[in-house]
T-cell receptor, first 116, second 114 residues
Framework: AQSVTQPDIHITVSEGASLELRCNYS??????LFWYVQSPGQGLQLLLK??????LVQGIKGFEAEFKRSQSSFNLRKPSVHWSDAAEYFC??????????????FGKGTHLIIQP | GAGVSQSPRYKVAKRGQDVALRCDPI?????LFWYQQALGQGPEFLTY????????KSGLPSDRFFAERPEGSVSTLKIQRTQQEDSAVYLC????????????FGPGTRLTVT
């Protein structure tokens, strides 16, 4: 079965500093990978996705992510964070092409705190 | 254009009551998904519709959970005889077509069972 691991529950970054959020996945075939952001009381907003092709993916709000098959990773990066980036970030994979569930499989999330 | 909407946004139910949660997907979206998000956790898949057909209900935690999408648009998630462990945010998402498309999420319904 597919799975997603986000090793960092909380990350604190100073405003203006760079950011990297880690995501590792387990998936039987070529993965479809997503990063979503969730602000308090809100639904999930898609930041970026990887389906195939260029392994460096650009998203909205200045975010990018790099797919590394050898490391089973899809880490999210931003060169300079803003206070408005404080939120919960979820990495997701799927759906399972091997006959499993049709929905996405999410990690537990990383809570990003921005220090002034 | 309008995004995915869900109602009610908040629901408090006494244990044992039945609840119905509504999802209005983006117009024209073929696929519709329900997820359950417990406090401090990532969303977990419940069920999937392609038009009016429920193609996957492998994530429904018990037979107290039932979902329908009779006309291939609006969907309702029903929970019978609610239990405290059903307290969570229920998220609905829709996507444009069949296969692999990005899913657009609604704001969720926060269910609290007392």
């Amino acid at each position: 079965a597919q799975s997603v691991t986000q090793p960092d529950i909380h990350i604190t970054v100073s405003e203006g500093a760079s950011l990297e959020l880690r995501c590792n996945y387990s998936y039987g075939a070529t993965p479809y990978l997503f990063w979503y952001v969730q602000s308090p009381g809100q639904g999930l907003q898609l930041l970026l996705k990887y389906f195939s092709g260029d392994t460096l993916v650009q998203g909205i709000k200045g975010f990018e992510a790099e797919f590394k098959r050898s490391q089973s990773s899809f880490n999210l990066r931003k060169p300079s964070v803003h206070w408005s980036d404080a939120a919960e970030y979820f990495c997701a994979v799927g759906p399972d092409s091997g006959g499993g569930a049709d929905g996405l499989t999410f990690g537990k999330g990383t809570h990003l705190i921005i220090q002034p | 254009g309008a995004g995915v909407s869900q109602s009610p946004r908040y629901k408090v139910a006494k244990r044992g009551q039945d609840v119905a949660l509504r999802c209005d997907p983006i117009s024209g979206h073929v696929s519709l998904f329900w997820y359950q998000q417990a406090l401090g956790q990532g969303p977990e898949f419940l069920t999937y519709f392609q038009n009016e057909a429920q193609l996957d209900k492998s994530g429904l935690p018990s037979d107290r959970f039932f979902a329908e999408r009779p006309e291939g648009s609006v969907s309702t998630l029903k929970i019978q005889r609610t239990q405290q462990e059903d307290s969570a945010v229920y998220l609905c998402a829709s996507s444009l077509g069949l296969g692999i498309y990005e899913q657009y999420f609604g704001p969720g319904t926060r269910l609290t069972v007392t």
